[in-house]
């Protein structure tokens, strides 16, 4: 081959095409080396910036002694709450809800298996637990007794109720809970025959729209059914009595985590529907007195309660968490001194470990009695006054699954409500961001980007599963203790851990109250 012959096919070479794929490749290499250097710029005059602000700013010595990198604490801080209920916290030990409590919820709201392996995790010797006495013969499915319906306000309000369900949706309003979530749980009440309680924030859209029973809760603002002093607006509260769908009125006094001090929602949270719905400004912190403004002793809290029955004609009750016990010894004297008429039709007992989208740390920590110590109190007393019979009985705070409830029935509850077992139910994963206005799930933020992944239909499908699960399985436990209905459930049926360990026959520690009979009404 000649030296021209090489040449032109080189120049050949030269001119053939280069394949289009060989050149995009090229061009994304360029253009991301290009990026990078440009980030790798922009990244170290951020670090430069970052470290002078830290260096001057005089308000964090960890950043000022350690800039930059000082910044990471707050971030681990953060994340620390997610890394330990996945990777640290064993099963048992986290707080306020532990991991299998919260299994057990996600897995009977999404009707899994919700049976377990190898032997309970679960320590038999702590102190103050409740456990259970399993009868020898216990009865067969076959003779299991229909569910003993419950009736609140007999012979006394003009439209009693009467429910069949033990197991309700506690007091959550709409402003603390989005309006998905609101949804949700409305639609699935009304799916499985619960009731749901308003909370204090009034009556929204949201709670009619699944067309489930409601209580409707009067908190210390009167949100929803107030005159702008706080006082109770008679016409308007009529107006919510017309309802179908309210059953029920209960007059909150105080609640577990905050007792002595009213309802939070921080501002950043007060939407225009939030503020039309409590008759507030629009973006401004709603903050409920301490109390009632017109009750400020028990004869005043009697007048109350006639009042809104009166007005209503249905059945009202009464909402707090034991702090002295002598108020209930003064409670059913002042009821036995007005007549039998007068007294609450229900009583909501909450408990100092219950929960709330803000509230404190001083009284969430430290305030009140615990439920199972200040139930058998109010059981006791009521019996002692002839009234159980007359007031219906209601537990609340940190009873999520079918052992605590079944334990509060044995204690003379005669049902119980939860709040944060369902919202385990709509997907909540304990993030402790209820009042920021970040919750991850939507179900306590009114950001419409979070919300987003809140489906009400679905969810609603797993509150009804799981109010199902949880009183079919407290069915399970009172037949395995020998009896063929949750509602006879008793103090003979469970034993309690002593401060040594011990287990202790509970009739023995907290002796069934020999009622009085002043009071009897068929």
């Given at each position: 081959?000649?030296?021209?012959?090489?040449?032109?096919?080189?120049?050949?070479?030269?001119?053939?095409?280069?394949?289009?794929?060989?050149?995009?490749?090229?061009?994304?290499?360029?253009?991301?080396?290009?990026?990078?250097?440009?980030?790798?710029?922009?990244?170290?005059?951020?670090?430069?910036?970052?470290?002078?602000?830290?260096?001057?700013?005089?308000?964090?010595?960890?950043?000022?002694?350690?800039?930059?990198?000082?910044?990471?604490?707050?971030?681990?801080?953060?994340?620390?709450?997610?890394?330990?209920?996945?990777?640290?916290?064993?099963?048992?030990?986290?707080?306020?809800?532990?991991?299998?409590?919260?299994?057990?919820?996600?897995?009977?709201?999404?009707?899994?298996?919700?049976?377990?392996?190898?032997?309970?995790?679960?320590?038999?010797?702590?102190?103050?637990?409740?456990?259970?006495?399993?009868?020898?013969?216990?009865?067969?499915?076959?003779?299991?007794?229909?569910?003993?319906?419950?009736?609140?306000?007999?012979?006394?309000?003009?439209?009693?109720?009467?429910?069949?369900?033990?197991?309700?949706?506690?007091a959550m309003s709409y402003g603390a809970?989005?309006?998905?979530?609101?949804?949700?749980?409305?639609?699935?009440?009304?799916?499985?025959?619960?009731?749901?309680?308003?909370?204090?924030?009034?009556?929204?859209?949201?709670?009619?729209?699944?067309?489930?029973?409601?209580?409707?809760?009067?908190?210390?603002?009167?949100?929803?059914?107030?005159?702008?002093?706080?006082?109770?607006?008679?016409?308007?509260?009529?107006?919510i009595a017309r309802h179908p769908q309210?059953?029920?009125?209960?007059?909150?006094?105080?609640?577990?985590?905050?007792?002595?001090?009213?309802?939070?929602?921080?501002?950043?949270?007060?939407?225009?529907?939030?503020?039309?719905?409590?008759?507030?400004?629009?973006?401004?912190?709603?903050?409920?007195?301490?109390?009632?403004?017109?009750?400020?002793?028990?004869?005043?809290?009697?007048?109350?309660?006639?009042?809104?029955?009166?007005?209503?004609?249905?059945?009202?009750?009464?909402?707090?968490?034991?702090?002295?016990?002598?108020?209930?010894?003064?409670?059913?004297?002042?009821?036995?001194?007005?007549?039998?008429?007068?007294?609450?039709?229900?009583?909501?007992?909450?408990?100092?470990?219950?929960?709330?989208?803000?509230?404190?740390?001083?009284?969430?920590?430290?305030?009140?009695?615990?439920?199972?110590?200040?139930?058998?109190?109010?059981?006791?007393?009521?019996?002692?006054?002839?009234?159980?019979?007359?007031?219906?009985?209601?537990?609340?705070?940190?009873?999520?699954?079918?052992?605590?409830?079944?334990?509060?029935?044995?204690?003379?509850?005669?049902?119980?409500?939860?709040?944060?077992?369902?919202?385990?139910?709509?997907?909540?994963?304990?993030?402790?961001?209820?009042?920021?206005?970040?919750?991850?799930?939507?179900?306590?933020?009114?950001?419409?980007?979070?919300?987003?992944?809140?489906?009400?239909?679905?969810?609603?499908?797993?509150?009804?599963?799981?109010?199902?699960?949880?009183?079919?399985?407290?069915?399970?436990?009172?037949?395995?203790?020998?009896?063929?209905?949750?509602?006879?459930?008793?103090?003979?049926?469970?034993?309690?851990?002593?401060?040594?360990?011990?287990?202790?026959?509970?009739?023995?520690?907290?002796?069934?109250?020999?009622?009085?009979?002043?009071?009897?009404?068929?």
């Amino acid at each position: 081959m000649t030296g021209n012959d090489i040449l032109i096919a080189q120049c050949a070479i030269e001119r053939e095409p280069v394949d289009p794929l060989e050149r995009l490749v090229t061009e994304v290499l360029d253009i991301s080396s290009l990026l990078f250097g440009l980030f790798i710029v922009v990244a170290a005059v951020a670090i430069v910036i970052i470290y002078v602000i830290d260096r001057t700013q005089t308000q964090q010595a960890i950043r000022r002694n350690y800039p930059v990198i000082g910044r990471l604490r707050y971030l681990f801080e953060h994340l620390g709450v997610f890394f330990r209920q996945y990777f640290f916290a064993m099963d048992r030990e986290e707080l306020p809800l532990n991991r299998a409590e919260r299994a057990w919820v996600a897995r009977a709201a999404k009707n899994v298996d919700a049976t377990i392996a190898f032997g309970s995790t679960k320590p038999l010797n702590t102190p103050g637990s409740i456990f259970f006495l399993n009868s020898m013969f216990p009865p067969l499915d076959s003779e299991s007794a229909v569910r003993t319906p419950i009736t609140y306000g007999a012979g006394v309000a003009r439209e009693p109720y009467e429910t069949h369900a033990f197991f309700n949706i506690s007091a959550m309003s709409y402003g603390a809970l989005s309006g998905p979530a609101i949804q949700a749980l409305s639609a699935g009440a009304a799916k499985s025959g619960i009731w749901l309680n308003t909370g204090e924030g009034g009556l929204s859209p949201f709670h009619l729209s699944g067309g489930c029973d409601l209580v409707f809760q009067i908190g210390t603002a009167k949100y929803g059914v107030r005159h702008p002093d706080n006082s109770l607006n008679e016409e308007r509260l009529q107006d919510i009595a017309r309802h179908p769908q309210i059953k029920m009125f209960e007059i909150k006094l105080s609640q577990g985590a905050k007792p002595g001090k009213g309802g939070i929602l921080p501002g950043n949270k007060v939407t225009d529907v939030i503020a039309s719905t409590r008759g507030i400004p629009i973006g401004e912190d709603s903050i409920s007195p301490n109390r009632h403004v017109d009750i400020a002793n028990t004869e005043e809290l009697l007048d109350m309660i006639v009042r809104v029955r009166d007005l209503t004609g249905k059945p009202t009750g009464i909402k707090f968490v034991l702090g002295r016990a002598e108020w209930l010894e003064e409670l059913c004297l002042a009821i036995h001194a007005r007549g039998i008429d007068t007294a609450p039709d229900f009583i909501s007992l909450d408990s100092a470990d219950g929960g709330t989208g803000a509230a404190p740390q001083s009284l969430m920590d430290n305030v009140g009695l615990p439920l199972f110590s200040s139930l058998p109190q109010l059981v006791d007393q009521l019996c002692h006054y002839g009234l159980r019979d007359r007031i219906r009985v209601i537990a609340s705070g940190k009873l999520i699954t079918p052992a605590a409830v079944a334990a509060a029935l044995c204690l003379g509850a005669d049902s119980v409500n939860s709040a944060r077992g369902f919202m385990f139910s709509l997907g909540c994963i304990q993030a402790l961001q209820c009042n920021q206005n970040t919750c991850p799930t939507g179900i306590t933020t009114h950001d419409s980007k979070l919300q987003r992944g809140l489906e009400p239909i679905s969810k609603a499908d797993r509150v009804a599963e799981y109010a199902k699960h949880l009183q079919h399985e407290v069915e399970v436990m009172a037949h395995s203790c020998g009896v063929v209905d949750p509602h006879k459930l008793a103090r003979e049926h469970a034993f309690m851990v002593d401060e040594r360990g011990r287990p202790q026959p509970l009739e023995r520690l907290l002796p069934t109250p020999q009622c009085a009979s002043e009071y009897r009404r068929s």
